[in-house]
C-alpha cells in the first residue's frame, strides 16, 4: 500500500509540475490562454499573479517528491510528514478552487484527487 501511496504522490507532483508549467510560463501563450480560459489582455494583465500561483505548485511538487524520496530511503517518519504536507497541501488547494469557482470543478478535482488518493494509501499503509 505504501508503494502505491508513494506512486500516486509522485504522480500527483507530476500534476503541479505541469501546472507550474503552465501558470509560469505559459501563461500568456495560447496553450496558457486555452486552459484558463482567458484572453490574451486578461493573461497580460494578470502575468505576476500566475507566475506566482504556479511556484506555490511546483514548491508543493518539491515537497512531496522530497517525502517519497525519503520514504523509498526508509527515512518513513521524515519522508511520511513531507508527503502528508505536500499532498494534503494541493487536496486543501483543490477544495478551495472548487468551493470558490464552482465553474473551474474539472481543474480542482484534477488537483485534488490523485493527491488525495495517495494520502488515504499512505494512511491504511501506516496503519497495516
Known sequence: ???LS???AALAAA???YIFVLESVLWTAPRGRATFGTTAEEAVATRELAFNQGFYNL???IVTVVGVVLVAADQTAAGTALVFAGAG???LAG???LVSSPSKARAA???LSVPAVALLT???GLAA
Request: aromatic content about 4%.
Open 122 to 124: 499512505m494512511a491504511v
Open 89 to 91: 497541501s494541493m487536496v
Open 95 to 97: 477544495i478551495v478552487l
Open 6 to 8: 508513494l506512486v500516486l
Open 15 to 17: 500534476v503541479h509540475v
Open 59 to 61: 514548491f508543493l511538487a
Open 1 to 3: 500500500m505504501i508503494a
Open 109 to 111: 478535482l484534477v488537483q
